[in-house]
Each structure stands twice: as structure tokens, then as C-alpha cells.
């Protein structure tokens, strides 16, 4: 499995993280770490680590861009 660190933005109403959350894992993903780093504007801001089968994360973004609202901001690849 290979691990990423993603910045996502999210509405900041309550199911958004769980719904995102329940996505990850759709993709196969197992969540890691979650830094929940605050909110504004009616978006939440977080920072999650992920495992994911294989090193392609096309999936992953594909399946989290299907989300209404959600947006990754930034993803890294980072050593296991």
C-alpha cells in the first residue's frame, strides 16, 4: 500500500466528514491520520492520511471529486 497526505476543503456542516471518510474507503483506502485544522466560510479544512492499494492515486481523487463539495487541495506521496 502506499501512503498520501491530503489537504481537502469540506463543507462544514455535520456528514461531510463522513462522508468523505465512507468514499476512502470505497476507493479501498485506509485512513491513516486526520488532522481536522479548522474552519471558515462554511468550509472545513483537514489533513488526512491515506493508504491505498497499489501507487496510483487517480482513483482515490476520482471517487473524492464525486463529492459534492469536497475539494483536495493538495496531495503528497509520503514514505511508508
Known sequence: MALFKLQVSLPDRPGSLGALA???GFAGGDIRGLVVKGAEEGKGFDDITV???GSDPTDLLNILGSIG???VLSINALDE
Open 69 to 71: 463539495g469536497v475539494e
Open 51 to 53: 493508504a491505498i492499494p
Open 22 to 24: 465512507s468514499a476512502i
